[in-house]
């Protein structure tokens, strides 16, 4: 018997470590598990699309010496008002509340320094955000946190929330433990308590409605500021031509990816599309309208890198925004707290509770001590570094594809590694002309 | 000095720029509204004292997150009425219908018959006054200020409700999670008979019950789950 071989110990693919870890948990405590971020789980994502660059049938331009500019103007459709950004990457709203203050400052800073905008968030618009945010888009959201008029007219843009790409149809809650004084001040509530952001609107309900609402925000704010609707990746198609019908000058489309502060983990891995599949649907809708450029689409959810964002604009989008991303750009999950994230039993990368408030390296935060080890003025450097190295990068692929502006991308650039990228960005797979549900076929 | 702007020959836009700027200019101005049409949006975002009154009804957000201003409406209001109001005193002849006084930061909404369901509904600081009854799910989530029914309550009144005054004279069909009764002091008494002479009321304090937050779900708690 000594002798016999024995086979290795097989790990069961269904109850995996992490699988069982989580049914463990949830015995213990009898809750499910709350986190912020987005999606975990591998879906089909812009990694899944190639460039193809120029050949024989279209030459490409010259780096550094011939012009790809990235210049992009949102809410043309009826604002007095347009925004006017350098480059075609937003950032996309995080309360405050959820980030501290001198995280939000970074935020605006970097924004500005790189020519773009920055967005509020559930809980009002904060000095910090606003003093160095040469351009901010001002979150209205079901709870209406901290809204007020004064700030409705000295926002630059509008953006009415209906839904988020992490939890479509989900609302959302900050733990008392990040509620101090300020907090609770703008919030209209009691320090300490959990505070639940609803999950629709308290005075409309549906496009017919949403209509006048958006009227309602334009009357007050003299038709100046363009109004954006942001959806969660649900139904982009129909999702996007209601926003369009109910008077929206852009329109967010937020893939599951896109991160959030604090939400249910089973929503954010099983509710909602990726950014991936959403796109195309969103700009289809907006062409059978007539008003694809005439709206603008700006997409979020996982954008990371120049290739990235090049890979949406040539899906038809107008802009990205980047949440997570920017974040880390600031010092989110960063190495040198490492020690630290293991005290918390997570490690860097895997850092998820945004929630708790005890974010190592002081972003997702309202303790002083670890507020004060964000420099917003480095982290501000940091993430404008982070968007300009977005905006070559972005201007390299484009160059490569023979465009002299950045929304000259096009669908045609590009092909899938995989049948589920090709179906979903309707591409055609790599080495052929083909893809699933493509007429003719 | 009175003004009289007439729907039937100006748009809303020509409408609410006239009223803006009057109450921009702090002009102290009145304002008469002829034939509304139930047009939505009317008179919102006034940020300044004056006075307006809209002769007829109104349809969505008339109102809307107005400061300051007094603004009367002597048919009845669309839903939403007052919706983030921040300060100053609206007033409805008639009825209103839902979400009246919607997420209300301040001032006095004042509505002399019945008003529908969600009246209050993240109400953070609005003092409402209701003459008749209310529908059901009012003051939901209702954080701050105070809601006061001289009739009857609807369903749910109250539910998830933060630390918002509910007075009741009527009534109530159902309270919702996490509301309930609470005992009638002293000085909820003042604060009653402040507001009921403010709404030009007709109704005693003594004659109101009131109702609160319990505030077993301010913090979550796997135990009162099945209470939501």
């Known amino acids: ?441 | 000095m009175s003004t009289t702007l007439d729907m039937a020959q100006l748009d809303l836009r020509a409408v609410n720029t006239s009223l803006q700027a009057a109450a921009k200019a702090q002009a102290n101005d009145e304002f008469v509204i002829e034939n509304p049409r139930g047009s939505h949006a009317m008179a919102c975002g006034l940020d300044g004292a004056i006075r307006v009154t809209v002769n007829g009804s109104t349809g969505y957000y008339c109102a809307g997150m107005n400061q300051e201003a007094e603004i009367t409406v002597t048919g009845s209001a669309g839903p939403g009425v007052a919706e983030n109001m921040m300060s100053g005193i609206v007033t409805i002849e008639g009825d209103a219908s839902q979400y009246a006084g919607a997420t209300g930061h301040g001032g006095l909404l004042n509505i002399k018959g019945n008003a529908s369901s969600r009246c209050g509904i993240s109400m953070k600081g609005i003092d409402i006054v209701v003459h008749g009854n209310i529908g059901h799910m009012s003051a939901f989530m209702a954080q701050k200020g105070n809601l006061v029914v001289l009739g009857d309550a609807g369903d749910a009144l109250g539910d998830s409700l933060y630390e918002a005054c509910l007075f009741v004279r009527g009534e109530v069909k159902s309270l919702g999670a996490d509301c309930i009764e609470k005992e009638m002091r002293p000085e909820h008494i003042e604060l009653l008979t402040d507001l009921l002479a403010r709404a030009g009321a007709d109704a005693q304090p003594q004659e109101f019950k009131r109702y609160g937050s319990a505030r077993r779900l301010y913090n979550f708690n796997i135990d009162h789950a099945g209470e939501y």
């Open chain 1, 1 to 441: 018997m000594e002798n016999t071989p024995n086979t290795l110990p097989r790990q069961s693919w269904t109850f995996s470590n992490d699988t069982n870890s989580e049914i463990r948990r949830a015995a213990d405590t009898g809750i499910y598990d709350i986190r912020g971020g987005g999606a975990k789980r591998r879906v089909p994502h812009f990694d899944d699309l190639l460039f193809l660059g120029a050949s024989m049938s279209r030459y490409p331009l010259e780096g550094y010496r011939e012009k790809c500019t990235t210049s992009v103007t949102l809410g043309t459709r009826f604002a007095k008002k347009p925004i006017e950004l350098d480059i075609p990457i937003t950032i996309a709203g995080m309360s405050f509340g959820s980030l501290s203050g001198p995280a939000k400052e970074a935020l605006g800073r970097g924004a500005t320094m790189a020519g773009t905008s920055t967005t509020t968030g559930d809980g009002g618009m904060t000095e910090e955000e606003r003093g160095h945010s040469e351009k901010l888009v001002y979150q209205y959201l079901p709870s209406r946190y901290g809204m007020n008029p004064d700030d409705l007219r000295r926002a630059d843009a509008i953006e009415v929330v209906v839904g988020q790409g992490a939890k479509p149809g989900g609302g959302g809650m900050l733990l008392g433990q990040k509620i101090t004084e300020r907090v609770a001040g703008m919030r209209c509530l009691p320090e300490g308590i959990d505070q639940r952001s609803a999950c629709r609107h308290p005075d409309w309900t549906g496009p017919d409605d949403l209509e006048i609402k958006i009227l309602e925000l334009r009357e007050i704010t003299n038709w100046e500021k363009p109004i954006y609707v942001k959806i969660g990746g649900a139904r982009p198609y129909y999702d996007t031509a209601l926003a369009v019908k109910a008077g929206a000058d852009v329109v967010v489309l937020d893939g599951m990816q896109g991160g959030t502060a604090a939400t249910q983990d089973v929503f954010i891995e099983h509710v909602g599309q990726p950014t991936l599949a959403c796109i195309r649907p969103a700009v289809q809708a907006l062409q059978d309208l007539g008003m694809h450029r005439e709206v603008q689409l700006v997409v979020s959810g996982g954008i990371r890198t120049g290739a990235d964002v090049a890979k949406a604009l040539a899906l038809g989008a107008d802009a990205v925004s980047i949440g997570t991303a920017a974040l880390v750009a600031l010092g989110d999950n960063d190495p040198k707290w490492e020690a630290e994230y293991q005290k918390l039993g997570s490690t860097t990368g895997a850092y998820d509770d945004w929630h708790e408030g005890r974010d190592p390296a002081g972003i997702t935060t309202q303790d002083a001590d670890l507020m004060a080890r964000l420099d917003p003025t480095e982290a501000g450097r940091r993430l404008r570094n982070y968007l300009n190295v977005l905006t070559l990068e972005c201007q390299t692929l484009a160059r490569a594809c023979g465009k002299s502006h950045v929304h000259n991308l096009e669908p045609e650039d590009l092909c899938a590694l995989t049948m589920e990228a090709a179906a979903m960005a309707q591409v055609p797979l790599a080495g052929t002309n083909w893809y699933p549900g493509k007429p003719g076929f």
